[in-house]
């Protein structure tokens, strides 16, 4: 299955964060490692379609100090999503060779 | 509960929840309040605001919710949450899909879109602007503490006994009244003054006032403080306290100017404080007051003297506040007694025309002028209700044209299977979606008219913004305007007969068209008669508006130059100014190309004070006023202007103080006074004003030394008495220059300057100008105010021949077929058009008959209206509405019957040039 390219660095914040991977944060790791400015709503988008796909699932995340109402819920990469994006990263990579910048 | 409320408004988080359901939906929702309240701490609630309704509406947002609610989570609840949430989402989906249509459709058609939003726009924008304007100048709510406790208190006139003002000895009186007032303030009407500051000599106004002023009506100051008793003394030093627009727009707002010695009037004044912000002016007008000074310096910069003595005609307003308990009536009955104790006192001075307690909120400036600006309000209402009413209808006429018009895509639409609501929820989005972008830009129109109105430099403060409340009225109003006429065709052409529309490519379908057509015409009658009406109107109060800006006020203003100086700012005492002037005087009249030069106080045609006056051989009739203005005039002052002298002599230089004081008179009031041309050796006496004594006590006594023709000093083309003082018997710190030119006047303008110069580089110059120069400047605001109506009534006839062309046009394409198999059988092209005109030309005829009509009886109701104000309002001459003028009446008819005619003949005529074959492919 191939990903988009929004997608796919989602899943990579997603796998950065690990057990902080909620919405808001991967929104800013986006921005800040990916210097890509989505809103929260576009990352939910994206991480929804990608729960469809069965990529990425979730669970509510513990809860937290000073926070109101119920805890976030954080994303991780199920065996399928890290599948994908290694054959994304294989595919990105062979494509890669032979490549020289005149 | 800090917690909660840091949290974003419910009314929006709503929607959110409303959006997001189920368990999944609350996180969302959670995720965004949370980061509300980030962005909130960091900047700003306002900010916040902005950017949680930015989620809200954005696209992301939308697809989100649409994406969780498709997303099969699995499990019994979510599907449950699932269909509980579709169906909202897909009516929103669907009006989502059906604004982007009617957006795509409204821009396709954008010659039917552009006029109808721009009419619109122009019928919610300007209505909206001017509405606010006015409202806020005239109409805005007592800014005053428990202001139902407040009253106002007047001595009535001798001559009318209606309310007027009061002496300052009167107001004392009142104030003893401890029993039933907790506290009694006074204050002068407005006055203009000149004060110097940094930025040179300005124009102002100021209010005398006493030092109880703030506490009686429960105001806070901006900043500093209030003058005290010890400071609202004859001895004390004068301070001041600064409005708040003056503060902002004339001190740069800055708070060093505590502390600062300006000079108003050639006294130095210290500024003690700001005033309340938003509150312009004792009279809670658009008056804007810059200074408030303590009664007691009324004789030191005022220069009136008297105005603290009892007269029977005071300029005091006196505001009281009800002491706990105490009634209106009570109020009045216990001023009733004091007026009966005033006038067994002073029968002299008092009249024993009572005194009159009325309820602060029921005045608005001031009783005697109240009336005259309801009736300039009504005015204003039947404009702007015509103006929109022109809007409303054109706005109804054009949906129905068009819903007919589209009687064919309905059927196309019903035949592919399109439901019946389906299309009425289009059609109804389409029209709500056009008077939304009516509505808004209607309010930016709105917003940059009031913006351009605050620009201008206008007496009145208009600084109040937008009301909302009207905008929101007239919004409401085309809203429903455009729902009500959008569906109505809506509606109809939904009950269409399919086949025979489908067929008829677009013909009358029977029953529903006539219908339409019938309603049609009703609204294309409504728009003649009541374009017609704002026509007529307008036209009449323009007519009367040229009629006294081209009045001849007695000479002619060509050739003529001032330059004007104020010796009081240079420290001048009266001799020195006076010698100083006769200098300036002399070395200009040396000029080359002056012809000759005087000394007066300020540029004609103004007058330069008034009084009542004491005649000896004439008894006025009871009420009757012998009011006249004066005018300061030196010697060579009526050769300058060129008005020759019809009887005795005019000023020479022995006409001195010392002498006896003598006066030249204009013809009207030696015919009216003293019941001849020649009245050149009788005496007559000033009631008040300078060099009157106490109250009724005559004052001056001045011998008629000439008579002149007419001389007015306004625009009023009546002429009324006149009177001019020598100019060497005056006060003559203020004094201008007034010289005949023999070349182009504007030429003499900088070496007139320049011998002021020459003569003390510290003498205030006000202004230097020809006197066309100033005379065009003063009538400005009259000629904008023209303007402004002119605009209002081409803005109508413009949106009435938009209506009108809409119809005709319509009506003509509707007749396509039958205009092709009339070309073709060979009919001549004017016949054609004049058949196609003849039905419109039919319904113009009636319009224009009902219009005129109707025009009258508005017209005859408001001067109706306007003289019964005239009469309450004690004789002021209101001068605020028009009268019914036949010619005014034949131009509106010609006019709209010109413009009518040719809405009617261009679609006519297009549509036989089309040419036979266009036509009968249609067959």
Redesign the interface.
């Known amino acids: 299955m191939s990903l988009g390219d929004l997608q796919q660095v989602a899943m990579l914040a997603v796998a950065r964060l690990g057990a902080n991977a ?3 944060a991967i929104r800013d790791e986006l921005l800040h490692v990916a210097e890509r400015k989505v ?4 990352v ?2 994206t991480l ?2 990608l ?2 796909q069965g990529l990425v699932d979730s669970t509510e995340g513990p809860r937290e100090e000073g ?4 805890a ?2 954080v994303f991780r990469l199920t065996p399928a999503g890290w599948s994908a994006l290694d054959t994304a990263r294989a595919s990105t990579a062979r494509m890669w060779e032979g490549v020289v910048q005149p | 509960m800090s917690a909660l409320r840091r949290g974003p408004p419910q009314y929006l988080s709503a929607v959110l929840r409303w959006l997001f359901q189920g368990a999944r939906g609350a996180e969302v929702c959670e995720e965004l309040e949370h980061e509300y309240t980030v962005v909130r701490e960091r900047h700003s609630g306002l900010v916040a605001w902005v950017w949680y309704l930015g989620q809200i509406l954005r696209p992301s947002t939308w697809l989100l919710a649409h994406e969780m609610r498709t997303h099969a989570f699995g499990g019994v609840e979510k599907t449950k949450e699932k269909r509980r949430g579709a169906w909202s989402f897909m009516l929103l989906d669907h009006i989502w899909r059906d604004t982007r249509y009617a957006a795509r459709r409204l821009g396709r058609d954008w010659r039917f879109t552009l006029p109808a939003v721009l009419v619109l726009a122009l019928g919610i924008g300007a209505n909206t602007a001017m509405f606010s304007a006015v409202n806020t100048a005239l109409f805005r709510p007592l800014p005053f503490e428990d202001a139902d406790r407040l009253v106002n208190i007047y001595q009535n006139r001798s001559e009318t006994g209606q309310d007027f003002g009061n002496s300052y000895p009167a107001y004392q009186d009142m104030a003893g009244y401890t029993d039933v007032f907790a506290g009694v303030a006074a204050f002068t009407v407005p006055m203009p003054v000149r004060y110097q500051a940094d930025a040179g000599i300005g124009p102002g106004v100021a209010e005398y006032a006493t030092s109880n002023y703030l506490a009686v009506q429960g105001l806070d100051l901006q900043m500093g403080r209030w003058f005290n008793a010890e400071e609202d003394s004859p001895d004390a030093a004068v301070v001041a306290v600064l409005g708040h627009q003056a503060w902002t727009n004339k001190f740069g707002a800055t708070p060093d100017v505590l502390g600062q010695t300006i000079r108003i009037d050639g006294v130095p004044v210290t500024v003690i404080g700001v005033g309340p912000k938003g509150y312009s002016s004792s009279f809670h007008s658009g008056l804007v007051t810059d200074f408030w000074l303590p009664t007691s310096s009324v004789a030191t910069v005022g220069g009136q003297a008297d105005e603290l003595e009892r007269t029977a005609d005071g300029s005091f307003m006196v505001r009281a506040r009800l002491r706990d308990g105490v009634t209106l009536p009570q109020a009045q009955q216990a001023m009733t007694a004091l007026a009966a104790i005033l006038a067994s006192e002073y029968p002299d001075i008092d009249p024993g025309t009572g005194i009159s307690v009325l309820r602060s909120e029921e005045v608005l400036i001031h009783p005697q002028l109240d009336a005259m600006l309801r009736a300039a309000g009504w005015f204003l209402m039947i404009i702007v209700g015509v103006l929109l009413a022109i809007a409303c209808t054109n706005l109804a006429t054009w949906l129905l044209v068009r819903g007919l018009a589209r009687n064919k895509e309905v059927s196309v639409r019903l035949a592919l299977g399109a439901t019946r609501g389906q299309i009425v929820r289009h059609l109804l989005v389409e029209s709500t979606l056009l008077a939304g972008a009516g509505g808004a830009a209607g309010y930016f129109l709105a917003e940059w008219t009031i913006r351009l109105v605050a620009l201008m430099d206008l007496p009145i403060d208009v600084s109040g913004g937008l009301d909302y409340r009207v905008l929101g009225f007239t919004l409401a109003l085309s809203l429903l305007t455009g729902v009500a006429f959008g569906l109505a065709p809506a509606l109809t052409a939904t009950r269409v007969n399919l086949s025979p529309a489908l067929r008829a490519g677009g013909d009358d379908t029977l029953h529903s068209s006539r219908r339409g057509f019938n309603l049609k015409n009703v609204l294309v009658v409504s728009q003649v008669v009541l374009s017609c009406v704002l026509l007529v109107y307008e036209g009449l109060y323009l007519r009367s508006l040229a009629a006294t800006q081209s009045v001849d006020f007695g000479f002619s203003l060509e050739g003529l130059a001032f330059v004007e100086t104020d010796a009081r700012f240079a420290g001048y005492d009266t001799d020195e100014a006076a010698a100083l002037s006769e200098r300036v005087r002399e070395r200009i009249s040396a000029l080359p190309g002056v012809e000759s030069a005087t000394l007066t106080a300020s540029p004609p045609p103004g007058a330069h004070g008034g009084s009542e006056l004491v005649f000896d051989a004439y008894e006025p009739a009871d009420r009757e006023s012998t009011y006249a203005q004066w005018v300061w005039a030196g010697p060579d002052y009526f050769d300058v202007l060129g008005v020759p002298l019809l009887h005795g002599r005019t000023f020479t230089d022995f006409d001195r103080p010392e002498t006896p004081s003598v006066a030249v008179i204009n013809e009207s009031m030696a015919r009216r006074y003293f019941g001849t041309p020649n009245a050149v050796g009788r005496r007559f006496r000033l009631v008040d004003g300078a060099g009157s004594s106490a109250g009724g006590v005559p004052g001056t006594e001045l011998e008629v030394i000439g008579v002149v023709p007419d001389v007015r000093t306004s625009s009023d083309p009546q002429a009324l008495p006149l009177f001019f003082r020598s100019y060497h018997q005056g006060q003559r710190t203020m004094s201008t220059v007034l010289v005949r030119a023999t070349v182009d006047p504007a030429t003499l303008l900088q070496p007139m300057l320049q011998v002021v110069r020459n003569l003390d580089d510290a003498l205030p110059v006000i202004a230097t100008k020809t006197v066309s120069q100033s005379v065009t400047e003063s009538l400005g605001a009259r000629r904008a105010l023209g303007g402004l109506l002119g605009a209002l009534g081409a803005l109508g006839l413009g949106m009435a021949c938009l209506g009108l062309y809409a119809v005709v046009s319509f009506a003509v394409s509707r007749r396509s077929r039958e205009i092709g198999i009339r070309m073709t059988l060979g009919a001549r092209q004017t016949r054609v058009i004049w058949v196609l005109s003849k039905g419109v030309a039919k319904l113009l005829a009636v319009g224009v008959t009902l219009g005129l009509a109707l025009s009258w009886l508005v017209v005859r109701g408001s001067s109706v209206l306007i003289s019964s104000l005239d009469q309450a309002a004690d004789g002021v001459n209101l001068n605020a509405g028009p009268t019914a003028d036949p010619t005014t009446f034949a131009l509106v008819m010609l006019l709209m019957c010109a413009v009518d005619l040719a809405a009617t003949f261009f679609p006519a005529w297009r549509a036989t040039r089309a040419g036979p074959l266009a036509a009968v492919r249609h067959l």
């Open positions: 909620y919405g808001a809103s929260v709503q576009t939910w988008v929804v379609r729960e469809k926070r109101r109402g119920r976030r819920r």
